[in-house]
């Protein structure tokens, strides 16, 4: 039963959105932007390289600095990581120790 109303409730939508004609926006007068350089309303120049941030010194070497600190917090993370290791044990042990943990008690 809902197939019988969504097709046709869709197919309605559908092509009520192809009839509604879309704002064109400043369709009355789109060569403005020609118009205003042909009247010289801008005369500057263009930057020759924008900044991509406009940070201060201080701040930058701030956050160098935090990001060395964090850089040598996980190199000494890692190596204690590894200092770490667990022992090699023998399989039998291991499995015995697991089997012992999992039975229940009786």
Do not use: F, H
């Not at 809902?2 to 004609?21: G, K």
């Not at 190199?75 to 089997?99: H, I, N, T």
């Amino acid at each position: 039963m809902t197939r019988l109303l969504l097709i046709p409730l869709s197919a309605l939508a559908l092509s009520a959105c192809a009839v509604i004609d879309a704002p064109l926006g400043a369709s009355d007068n789109p060569n403005w932007i020609d118009e205003r350089v042909a009247e010289g309303a801008e005369t500057r120049e263009a930057p020759a390289v924008v900044p991509l941030l406009t940070e201060d010194l201080a701040e930058v070497l701030r956050q160098k600095q935090s990001e060395e600190a964090a850089l040598a917090a996980r190199d000494a993370m890692l190596a204690d990581a590894r200092g770490a290791a667990p022992e090699d044990r023998a399989g039998e042990a291991y499995a015995a120790e697991a089997r012992a943990r999992t039975n229940p008690d009786q």
